[in-house]
T-cell receptor, first 114, second 115 residues
Framework: DVKVTQSSRYLVKRTGEKVFLECVQD?????MFWYRQDPGLGLRLIYF???????EKGDIPEGYSVSREKKERFSLILESASTNQTSMYLC?????????????FGAGTRLSVL | GEDVEQSLFLSVREGDSSVINCTYT??????LYWYKQEPGAGLQLLTY?????DMKQDQRLTVLLNKKDKHLSLRIADTQTGDSAIYFC???????????????FGKGTSLLVTP
């Protein structure tokens, strides 16, 4: 079974802190994604990566950055957390190429910024 | 990106069938998916359908695709209280070069199953 593991289920941080959200997948997937999920807004793509050291902006990249130094790990960084970044963050991975293109999700990290 | 629309809420009685509907706008969608999210959890793939198919059945789940109307539905037969969750429709289009292999998700339909 594919496993996508997010390092924390719940995080509480203060405004202005630097925050790292970690995601690891064990299926040698090329593609990895970070989404945030907010009530009434569904899932919105923040950043994605299709290879090591490669990153592409999604729909809402402002205030975030990412790092992919190893194929299995994709980190989301909030350089200076703000209250409007309080949200559920979901990591996903998928095999390279358009065939089926099934995304597998982690359990999510619920971040509260106070 | 292109829009994927779903109704926000659906309530059914245990044992009845549930039908969750979804419309999308990208005519070049290649694959369409249904994901399920239980409270406090991530998204779990339920099923997917290739765009050249009209129907796919998997145990209690039936997916219908009307490509002409860009309409996708998920029918859950004999709905159980454990089916209460948020259901997301998603589409992938190989023409969407802006977001690579990212999927385009609807906002989700909250299904409540009452005893």
């Amino acid at each position: 079974d594919v496993k996508v593991t997010q390092s924390s289920r719940y995080l509480v941080k203060r405004t202005g802190e630097k925050v790292f959200l970690e995601c690891v997948q064990d299926m040698d997937h090329e593609n990895m994604f970070w989404y945030r999920q907010d009530p009434g807004l569904g899932l919105r793509l923040i950043y994605f990566s299709y290879d090591v050291k490669m990153k592409e902006k999604g729909d809402i990249p402002e205030g975030y950055s990412v790092s992919r130094e190893k194929k299995e790990r994709f980190s989301l960084i909030l350089e200076s957390a703000s209250t409007n970044q309080t949200s559920m963050y979901l990591c996903a991975s998928s095999l390279g190429g358009p065939y089926k293109n099934i995304q597998y999700f982690g359990a999510g990290t619920r971040l509260s910024v106070l | 990106g292109e829009d994927v629309e779903q109704s926000l809420f659906l309530s059914v009685r245990e044992g009845d069938s549930s039908v969750i509907n979804c419309t999308y706008t990208d005519s070049s969608s290649t694959y369409l998916y249904w994901y399920k999210q239980e409270p406090g959890a991530g998204l779990q793939l339920l099923t997917y359908i290739f765009s050249n198919m009209d129907m796919k059945q998997d145990q209690r789940l039936t997916v219908l695709l009307n490509k002409k109307d860009k309409h996708l539905s998920l029918r859950i037969a004999d709905t159980q209280t454990g089916d209460s969750a948020i259901y997301f429709c998603a589409e992938y289009s190989s023409s969407n070069s802006n977001s690579g292999y990212a999927l385009n998700f609807g906002k989700g339909t909250s299904l409540l199953v009452t005893p």
